[in-house]
């Protein structure tokens, strides 16, 4: 399995909303300058966000965008799984019940069930919450071992 650039993207999006919350709404233009990635790209992912109702928006002087719940409330596995659609790691496992053939004899399909287990339980146990708490760590961190401002 491999994350796609705009998965990556969408949780970072969703991680800069998170950590910004307490400014009210957010523009993509703050967003794409703090996250180095294009607004234009990031105004393609917020919308697939904004549909799903991750988000809220506002428009005017004031507008733009933040979480439509509390960070604590979304997955890392929810905000992967919305913008890349299923995460199994093979083919045969999309379908429930499985439709393979040979899914009752194939012993290589307990380590593919074995390995999205592990991913889920690993990205269905992460909230933005989670991330922003590391974040503000991780840069606390680096301010004080650089010794210049973040």
């Known amino acids: 399995m491999k994350i796609s650039t705009k998965g990556r993207y969408a949780l970072r999006l969703m991680l800069d909303l998170a950590l910004n919350s ?11 300058e ?4 294009s607004d234009k790209y990031l105004e393609q992912i917020i919308t697939v966000l904004n549909r799903a109702g991750f988000v809220k928006s506002t428009r005017g002087a004031q507008g733009g965008y933040k979480l ?5 409330e979304y997955t890392v596995g929810m905000i992967l799984r919305l913008i890349e659609g299923n995460l199994v790691p093979v083919a045969c496992m ?3 019940p499985n439709q393979c053939p040979r899914c009752d004899i194939c012993v290589t399909l307990d380590v593919w069930k074995q390995l999205d287990e ?22 606390l961190t ?9």
């Open 34 to 37: 703090r996250q180095a990635i």
């Open 118 to 139: 592990a991913i889920s339980s690993v990205i269905d146990h992460i909230t933005l919450a989670d991330l922003a708490k590391k974040q503000q760590a991780k840069l």
């Open 22 to 32: 307490k400014n009210g709404y957010i523009t993509i233009k703050s967003i794409a």
């Open 94 to 96: 999309e379908d429930e």
């Open 142 to 150: 680096a301010k004080e071992h650089s010794g210049y401002v973040i």
């Open 68 to 72: 439509a719940k509390p960070a604590e």
